[in-house]
């Protein structure tokens, strides 16, 4: 059964930051690895799609990176902004459902 | 078109309400789900059709009743909620299969009083 975990619960960093978010699964098997992002009281916003077969996934200052072996991806935010703050959320498919993390809650300050 | 709308972005109802969300997508998705999410949780899935037929049903209470009348129309018909009901109503279409990626709409504001 796939279970995927994310830590830090929230995250607060200072303006022009690099940082990195974590995700964790358990069945290594996996199709791909999804990250999102959602602003408070919002829909989800697809940012990367990682398919089992790539190791890294590029948008502008985002970076993901999956690790099928070890059971993680990482979402690399490079220079952030205060427009980065937001939740993050990763998430893996497996029974014809997609598999979420709680979600990493980022604030960055200027 | 990548977009997913979804309407109203907010409602109210009394208990006794009937009233239906709407979400429409022109993608050529023939996969469309239902989500709930609750304050700070991850969105938990309700239903999940492809190719307009029901295909998983997450032990969801009847008085959510969830409809597909063609390929871009999802329908979630609400009777009888409780105020634990409450919640954003999220919308997601992909194409069919587990590797696809979800396109989510912007969401429902469910207010049960």
């Known amino acids: 059964k796939q279970e995927v975990t994310q830590i830090p619960a929230a995250l607060s960093v200072p303006e022009g930051e690099n940082l990195v978010l974590n995700c964790s699964f358990t069945?290594?098997?996996?199709?791909?690895l999804q990250w999102f992002r959602q602003d408070p009281g919002k829909g989800l916003t697809s940012l990367l799609l990682?398919?089992?077969?790539?190791r890294e996934q590029t948008s502008g200052r985002l970076n993901a990176s999956l690790d099928k072996s070890s059971g993680r991806s990482t979402l690399y935010i490079a220079a952030s902004q205060p427009g980065d703050s937001a939740t993050y959320l990763c998430?893996?498919?497996?029974?014809?459902?997609?598999?979420f993390g709680q979600g990493t809650e980022l604030s960055v300050k200027p | 078109d990548t977009e997913v709308t979804q309407t109203p972005k907010h409602l109210v109802m009394g208990m006794t309400n009937k009233k239906s969300l709407k979400c429409e997508q022109h993608?050529?998705?023939?996969?469309m789900y239902w989500y709930k999410q609750k304050a700070k949780k991850p969105p938990e899935l309700m239903f999940v059709?492809?190719?307009?037929?029901?295909?998983i049903n997450e032990s969801v209470p009847s008085r959510f009743s969830p409809e597909c009348p063609n390929s871009s129309l999802l329908n979630l018909h609400l009777h009888a909620l409780q105020p634990e009901d409450s919640a954003l109503y999220l919308c997601?279409?992909?194409?069919?299969?587990?590797?696809?990626?979800?396109?989510f709409g912007p969401g429902t504001r469910l207010t049960v009083l």
């Open positions: 997601a279409s992909s194409q069919v299969g587990t590797s696809n990626e979800q396109f």
């Open positions: 069945d290594s098997a996996i199709y791909n």
């Open positions: 990682i398919q089992s077969s790539q």
């Open positions: 998430a893996a498919p497996a029974g014809g459902k997609l598999i």
């Open positions: 993608m050529g998705h023939r996969a």
């Open positions: 059709y492809s190719y307009e037929k029901l295909s």
